[in-house]
């Protein structure tokens, strides 16, 4: 749907429209913006009995400056305070508060019959979740689960998770983060990012998290000092992923095929970024990305945008349609891949980003009119 269709879903006309056709009205979602707290509203944390990552939740929920509550449950606010987290008094028979988000601790499940912690924390407060709220569950990495019943346990997690995703409306989102053993000081970035707008369009999701060095960050611009960059950037997608990482700090070397060479250009000047007019599926491209990035301290992250389509039926899709759209989509990421990893093309601790249609992981139907 477009930004047209939601403003014109909220206005008069079109709630009256809307409601008497039976039309779809999407939610309008808390966007990110800049200088604004990470959350806006109040949060909610509980645990279940035993769980060891919540003094870590606590810690972040304290960095962030979280309006926190918690229930009735004396070991989360021993947890708490040893971090410095006031967690406010919550009652279970309330009814009026509303909640940002609610966090839950189940590191501590260790068979099926304990989860219903998650019942126990979750039922009370289905209704008391505010538009565009945040749920996540935080857990241990099932295969590194000491018993068979633990592990069950805490893959049943995810269900629970998809299955809030698709119950709670109002543009609530809800995830699941698997924390190995180790790496509860690295989940600082993943619970920032959930808790904030910047995760609007993310839900049902598992992430995992793994034990890494921890290092400094200036949380309003995570990406200073980090050269990127992004194929397919002179527009769409690409030209809005470019603006987002400039906001955040790093220099964008914005890519595209010569052709768009003047929209690729306005881009690059629009973010204080470089323009680099390149046919990613030539055969010196990996060198030409390298040599573009050694000017600006060397490659940090790529991010393989670029894509095209070509919406041919199977039957009538012809086999140099079929080999484009792979080259193009595919193959050229992979040798540009290859040439950066074997030639030290990326700095240490860089990163490689793909991005796809949904299409790529789900069907897709169409009704034809």
Known sequence: MTDQYQAFTQSPLGKFVVKNLGLPSP??????????????????????????????????????????????????????????????????????????????DASGIQNSEQLNELYKFFNPVARQIQSSGRVIVIGTTPESAKTVKQAIAQR???????????????????????????????????????????????SGQVIRVSKADVVKVDWNQPLAGKTVLVTGASRGIGEAIAHILARDG?????????????????????????????????????EKIKAAAAKQGGLDIIVHNAGITRDKTLANMKP??????????????????????????????????????????????????
């Open 27 to 104: 939610v309008v979602l808390d966007r990110f913006e800049s200088a604004e707290p990470v959350i806006n509203g109040a949060v909610l944390l509980g645990a279940a009995p035993s769980s060891s990552l919540s003094g870590a939740i606590a810690q972040v929920l304290s960095n962030i400056h979280a309006d926190s509550y918690a229930g009735n449950n004396a070991e989360l606010q021993q947890t708490a305070a040893k971090v410095g987290l006031n967690l406010r008094a919550f009652n279970s028979g309330d009814k009026e508060s509303k909640f940002k988000a609610v966090v839950f």
């Open 156 to 202: 049943a997690l995810e269900g629970f998770v998809k299955s809030v995703g698709k119950e709670f409306k109002k543009g609530i989102t809800a995830q699941v983060v698997y924390v190995d053993e180790g790496a509860a000081d690295n989940i600082e970035s993943t619970l920032r990012f959930l808790l904030s707008p910047r995760s609007a369009y993310v």
């Open 250 to 286: 790093a220099h964008v070397i914005c890519l595209d095929v010569p052709q768009q060479q003047a929209d690729l250009d306005r881009v690059a000047a629009e973010i204080g970024g470089s323009a680099l007019g390149l046919d990613i599926t030539a055969a010196d491209a990996g």
């Open 320 to 369: 140099e349609l079929w080999d484009l759209v792979i080259n193009i989509n595919l193959s050229a990421a992979e040798r540009i891949n290859d040439y950066l990893l074997a030639n030290d093309g990326l700095n240490e601790n860089g990163r490689i980003v793909c991005v796809s249609s949904i299409s790529g992981i789900a069907a897709v139907s169409y009704t034809h009119l």
